[in-house]
């Protein structure tokens, strides 16, 4: 077991390597020189001075790579050329935010897509399968920015019952005005993760039922909601993991739109601000961190889809 | 008839029997019809400003009413449709052009060559496609290039996926193997039998990738990075409209809808075609089945 996993991380290795140089080589392919890019072009002559010598920007450009890569590996992203401010805790203050908002969605997905899939699934072809099965293409095909302003028409314009405009409230803090502020992005990212936990789980539950100990279990006469619960589901589930890994992409490229549409304090606004304001030191630190957490956590996909299954060889 | 045109034919009578592909189909010749015909059959110009008729409701003159500088929803939403088209059609021929034979040479020749170019594609994957976008407009800048290459790179990781599950699958199959044994060199083998048998899957992609690049061209739009204005784009538009929710709540509904209509309709296109060709056994792997 700990082998595949530093196999795994090992792989990755390379992946992380490339896409890091490819974010740090960005402030070269910016036109004008890359320190007027890393602080702007009203930068005092002793900011130009300190970015220069932190990052080494006149010495060799594989000097300049390690200076700027061992200052990410300790965290130092660099400061944001818009207020000055370190790059990290910049990330850091918005992190809660959208952890809230990601995990509301992922809730508000499996409570509409898993119903929808099972439903479906107990009675493949039939009307309501075919209703359900629409019911997914729409939530995957409504463009997540185009739902979020028909939620804020129906909720917030006309029956006045849900601010427009959402900003974060931790739910520890204040349960109701949290789940005021986060209804509406979470409905509208949920929806569309919904629309993939219902497509995947239903497929997933219609090659179990398929299996002969579905049969068996039926025949010996146990009633239909053990069969469904106790055999297929559980089996189910395990190509199900996989699909967090996908919805990961989606949660996290969604979370940008839908944090625009409801001009909710999270990393994808910090991330638009920044490139909207050309505060390069900043879409850079956004752009990797993002990076790095969406690799980790397909690595722990990976590796719980392992760990779960007993018939994956990850010796 | 020929055999290849009579099997184009076979093939689209099987994809327009399932009524969704049918109305999918009427919907984008109507839409392209349209904005082909735009100059001669709409009575507005989309950029015709009228500081008289700011802002108003849908009525008999301005069907989806007008925006906040008193122009033709209708026309612009129409002019929107080329845009998208446009970028779609750009996008994926780049994406295409790029990822299949980044699929077909490592599918066909395996080993380094395959190892070296799917971690170029795992490279590409490594953020999720729209961030990928907005990176490449940060650096190129705004422009309708640069937001045509973005999303044309976004859809790269596919071609070359599917293009090279379809190729392994091809050389495990008699006739590839027949041509090896004849004789044939690699490259008559990889040009004129792996890939003329690739076209299926690859087809089926390109439809589905068109509604995928749509989405994503209207994304970075709405976020404020797509194509510069005036030239009109739903996601900008739909950005504009949401300043003006109270004042003029329909002005966000219709490009929203003919969006959505779209993107459905190539998703709808899409997966029928990759159900009637799996079902004629010409692809290995059913792309339309993972979105």
């Known amino acids: 077991m700990i082998s595949y996993v530093l196999r795994r991380l090992l792989q990755l290795l390379p992946v992380l390597l490339i896409a890091s140089t490819g974010i740090w080589a960005m402030i070269y392919a910016v036109p004008g020189s890359p320190v007027a890019a890393l602080v702007g072009e009203n930068a005092t002559q002793e900011q130009v001075q300190a970015v220069t010598e932190r990052l080494g920007l006149d010495r060799p450009v594989h000097e300049q790579y390690w200076a700027w890569l061992r200052n990410a590996v300790q965290g130092d992203l660099g400061l944001s050329i818009q207020n000055r401010e370190p790059v990290r805790d910049l990330i850091v203050q918005r992190i809660p935010a959208t952890l ?4 509301a969605a ?5 409570l509409l897509g898993v119903p929808v899939a099972v439903i479906s699934a107990l009675k493949p072809g039939s009307w309501l399968d075919r209703t359900l099965s629409g019911w997914s293409a729409l939530a995957l095909g409504v463009p997540t920015f185009w739902l979020g302003i028909l939620l804020i028409l129906l909720f917030a314009v006309q029956l006045r019952w849900l601010p427009s405009a959402s900003t974060y409230v931790s739910i520890w803090e204040s349960p109701w ?44 006469g146990l009633p239909e909601r053990d069969v469904i619960g106790r055999h297929v589901m559980r089996n189910a589930l395990l190509p199900f993991v996989t699909i967090v890994g996908l919805m990961m992409a989606t949660l996290i490229g969604g979370a940008v739109v839908t944090e625009a549409v409801f001009t909710y304090p999270g990393l994808g606004r910090l991330l638009i601000q920044a490139i909207g304001t050309r505060d390069y030191p900043l879409i850079q630190g956004c752009i990797l961190f993002i990076l790095v957490v969406f690799v980790l956590l397909n690595l722990m996909v990976d590796v719980l889809y392992a760990y779960i299954d007993p018939r994956i060889d990850y010796g | 008839m020929s055999a290849a045109t009579q099997r184009v034919f076979g093939t689209l009578r099987r994809v327009l029997v399932h009524r969704g592909a049918l109305l999918s189909i009427l919907f984008l010749l109507t839409l392209l019809l349209t904005t082909l015909l735009a100059r001669w059959i709409l009575p507005f110009d989309p950029l015709a400003q009228d500081y008289t008729k700011m802002l108003q409701a849908p009525g008999k003159v301005h069907w ?20 998208s088209l446009l970028t779609a059609a750009g996008a994926v021929t780049i994406a ?10 490592a599918g066909f020749f395996g080993g380094w060559r395959d190892a070296l170019l799917m971690r170029f594609v795992d490279v590409l994957l490594s953020l999720p496609g729209i961030l990928f976008a907005l990176v490449l407009i940060a650096v190129l800048g705004r422009s309708q290039m640069a937001a045509l290459v973005a999303v044309g790179i976004t859809g790269i990781p596919s071609f070359a996926r599917i293009t090279r599950a379809q190729v392994l699958s091809l050389l495990k199959r008699d006739f590839v193997t027949a041509v090896e044994a004849l004789g044939g060199s690699s490259s008559y083998n990889m040009f004129r039998t792996v890939l003329p048998n690739s076209w299926s899957p690859i087809l089926v992609q390109v439809v589905i990738l068109s509604s ?6 209207a994304s970075l739009a709405f976020l404020g990075v797509g194509i510069p204005p005036p030239t009109p784009s739903w996601g900008e538009m739909l950005r504009t409209g949401k300043s003006f929710l109270h004042d003029a709540p329909t002005y966000a509904v219709f490009p929203g809808l003919v969006l959505t209509v779209t993107i459905l309709s190539l998703d709808t296109l899409g997966r029928t075609l990759a159900r009637v060709l799996e079902d004629r056994h010409e692809i290995a792997d059913s792309p339309g089945k993972t979105p």
Request: no cysteine; charged share 20%; aromatic share 6%.
């Open chain 1, 100 to 103: 809230q908002l990601g995990l």
């Open chain 1, 106 to 110: 992922t809730l508000v997905g499996l």
């Open chain 1, 177 to 220: 005005q949290a789940l005021r502020n986060i209804l509406l992005p979470a409905l509208t990212l949920g929806v569309y993760v919904s629309g993939i936990f219902a497509r995947f789980l239903r497929a997933s539950l219609l090659g179990e039922l398929k299996a002969d100990y579905v049969r068996t279990a039926r025949s010996k």
């Open chain 2, 64 to 83: 989806f009413g007008t925006d906040e500088l008193g122009r033709d929803i209708l026309a612009r939403v129409v002019f929107g449709a080329r845009t």
């Open chain 2, 96 to 105: 295409a052009l790029v990822g299949v034979p980044i699929g077909l040479v």
């Open chain 2, 212 to 217: 995928v690049a749509i989405l994503i061209e």
